[in-house]
């Protein structure tokens, strides 16, 4: 009989430990810049994080949970705090891919000579990228009917009151500018070092 009992208190247990660890995450989800600045795997990692010490309070009896307590706190006293800059995360990887889209653009262009860059972009943004920046790729030419012979790839965030600030800019020398006002960078502009 005990033994069926303490079954139950573990089946009662992980009930609500997962509820209130969705309620956790949900609320986490839903603010408005959580689905922007981070990845679904973050999510999932809170999740889990939560589950676990709500899972283990719910199942101990008092004792242990005070014992789970103090070592919780334990831990918290040992981490310390972190400062987090989930933007620095998005633009660092909006810049490596725009390195990559530049690349492609620059080796298109050697590959057709007559023509210079191509009209569109080889390498397609990905998806993640198109959910956080607003992309414009302009090739021009110096001379009328000539090939194209210079081009800009403009990404502009839309998510400035998030975090993502900078808007970037590269140019068919392999050169990235930015700016932090609300428009695209231009030639201009700083460069990124």
């Not at 933007?87 to 889209?101: H, K, P, T």
């Not at 993502?164 to 070092?193: V, W, Y």
């Amino acid at each position: 009989m005990a033994g069926m009992r303490r079954g139950y208190e573990w089946a009662w247990a992980g009930l609500w430990s997962t509820l209130f660890a969705a309620l956790f995450v949900s609320i986490r989800r839903s603010e408005y810049c959580a689905q922007v600045l981070y990845p679904d795997s973050r999510f999932w990692f809170v999740g889990v994080a939560v589950w676990v010490p709500l899972f283990l309070f719910f199942a101990l009896p008092n004792r242990g949970r005070l014992f789970l307590i103090s070592a919780l706190y334990i831990v918290y006293l040992a981490v310390g705090h972190a400062d987090s800059v989930p933007a620095a995360g998005v633009e660092a990887r909006a810049i490596r891919e725009l390195r990559e889209m530049t690349g492609a653009v620059v080796a298109a262009g050697k590959q057709h000579p007559q023509t210079g860059f191509p009209d569109e972009l080889p390498q397609k943004p990905s998806k993640y990228l198109r959910g956080r920046y607003t992309l414009a790729y302009r090739p021009s030419r110096s001379q009328p009917g000539g090939p194209a012979d210079r081009f800009v790839i403009e990404l502009t965030s839309p998510w400035r009151n998030c975090g993502l600030i900078r808007s970037f800019t590269a140019t068919e020398d392999g050169k990235i500018h930015f700016t932090l006002q609300d428009r695209p960078a231009t030639r201009a502009d700083e460069l990124l070092e």
